[in-house]
């Protein structure tokens, strides 16, 4: 190839296409998980929502909940991935060769959000929410049905006999507030130093394409999320949903949360199908001894997602 302004610009068009073609089309598994807000500034501030309010009977004057968006901060941050190609490889007609790494940085750039969230599920017993309190904790502050608080755990206690295994998770996911949020202040793009008189050309023989973008990942609804290390089994997971199902709102009313996603690492993908898509299930006689096939009470309750992204450390 000929090392023309007019090659050049050609040969950036093809990189931009690449690049944006895999930046739309990889798969998003954490895309049920996350809200995603705009962002307008160097960081995002969010408001505190210990209790959301529901509709009430208007008696009197309206009773007015403020979102003040002081509470909780996301940082944005920069991120890029840069690659060079020789001179000579161009002239030589050797980008061919380069196409599909060029294709990896859109990859890559769709990819950053897949690992900021859960980088987030993986350690969110350690990071801060919207409330102050640890994402996945033990004393997070819900009602009971006179509207007093009392404690509440997103975290399932091992019972007498059991020993911890992988973490597994179970998510609400059609609300329009998420467990997780994802703000973009800057698109991910590509950024090209390709003039002839650059210094990386005329110095290095050099052509430099990069990509980058400013964002940034953070937590949502706690409400919304549930974390266990109790073996994967019906009766775990049964116990998990009715946990975020006993969640009230400050007037005492439930909030009447059920879960729709069941997140796991790929270790348990076998366990995790099992106990969501076997519909018979053995269940023990009124004598105690003998067992009897008998339908699954959790069968298709949640939706089962496996993925490599969670690595189950309890």
């Given at each position: 190839m ?15 296409t690449q ?6 089309l ?7 998980l996350?809200?995603?807000?705009p962002?307008?500034s160097?960081?995002?501030?969010y408001p ?13 004057s ?28 161009l ?13 990896q ?6 990819g ?13 017993t ?8 640890y ?12 509207g007093?608080e ?10 007498d ?8 998770y ?7 507030l ?28 050099e ?8 964002s940034?990942?953070?937590c ?6 549930y974390r266990s290390t109790?073996?994967l ?11 975020m ?9 439930p909030y009447?949360i059920?879960p729709?996603?069941l ?10 199908n099992a ?9 023990l ?9 008998g ?7 949640v ?12």
């Amino acid at each position: 190839m000929d090392i023309t302004s007019a090659n050049i610009a050609a040969l950036t068009t093809d990189i931009n296409t690449q690049f944006n073609r895999f930046l739309q089309l990889a798969p998003a598994v954490s895309a049920p998980l996350v809200m995603d807000i705009p962002s307008t500034s160097a960081a995002n501030f969010y408001p505190n929502l210990v209790d959301f309010p529901g509709m009430r009977k208007w008696v009197g004057s309206r009773v007015i909940h403020r979102l003040e968006n002081d509470a909780f901060v996301i940082k944005n941050e920069t991120y890029e991935n840069t690659i060079a190609i020789k001179r000579e490889h161009l002239e030589d007609d050797l980008f061919g060769i380069y196409k599909p790494f060029i294709a990896q940085l859109g990859k890559e750039a769709s990819g950053l959000r897949e690992r900021l969230i859960f980088d987030l599920v993986n350690n969110a017993t350690g990071i801060k929410g919207m409330d102050g309190q640890y994402f996945f904790d033990t004393d997070h502050v819900t009602y009971d049905e006179d509207g007093k608080e009392v404690t509440y755990s997103n975290v399932a206690e091992l019972k007498d006999g059991e020993t911890a295994g992988p973490a597994w998770y179970l998510f609400k996911c059609d609300d329009p507030l998420k467990p997780f949020i994802y703000q973009t202040r800057r698109p991910y793009a590509i950024t090209q130093r390709t003039k002839l008189t650059d210094d990386n050309v005329f110095f290095d023989k050099e052509f430099i394409w990069g990509a980058d973008g400013r964002s940034a990942a953070g937590c949502g609804m706690w409400q919304f999320a549930y974390r266990s290390t109790r073996p994967l089994t019906i009766d775990s997971l049964a116990d998990a949903m009715a946990a975020m199902g006993s969640q009230r709102r400050s007037d005492g009313q439930p909030y009447g949360i059920e879960p729709t996603h069941l997140f796991a690492p790929t270790t348990l993908r076998r366990t995790a199908n099992a106990v969501v898509k076997g519909g018979m299930v053995p269940v023990l006689a009124p004598d105690g001894k003998t067992w009897l096939p008998g339908s699954n009470p959790v069968e298709d309750s949640v939706k089962p997602v496996c993925t490599s992204r969670l690595n189950g450390k309890a």
